[in-house]
């Protein structure tokens, strides 16, 4: 907004900055669900699944592949929702 025939007002440079950040912040996130997720799928390879628990990693797999595709389409909030939900059903099969 121009005020007076001054200078601009730098208030929505300032909250696009904020919004470059904060998608920026939820990338990181959506990248480090993703793999701890992996890590954690990797901790109960060769092990014996039940038939919940096989589903739970298709399930996690699905997941996963999703919210890679939501990356890439730029649905930033639907790729960390489905990277939470992946992250939280593979700390299930990891519990002791």
């Not at 390879?45 to 990356?71: E, F, P, R």
Request: proline share 1%; aromatic share 2%.
């Amino acid at each position: 907004m121009v005020r007076n025939g001054g200078s601009s007002d730098t208030q929505g440079q300032i909250s696009y900055s904020a919004t470059d950040q904060q998608t920026l912040e939820k990338r990181k996130n959506t990248d480090a669900l993703l793999s701890a997720t992996t890590t954690n799928l990797k901790e109960i390879t060769g092990k014996q699944l039940n038939l919940g628990q096989q589903d739970m990693v298709k399930q996690i797999h699905n997941y996963m592949a999703q919210s890679k595709n939501a990356t890439k389409t730029g649905d930033i909030q639907g790729a960390n929702n489905l990277a939470v939900k992946a992250h939280l059903l593979s700390k299930e099969l990891v519990k002791p």
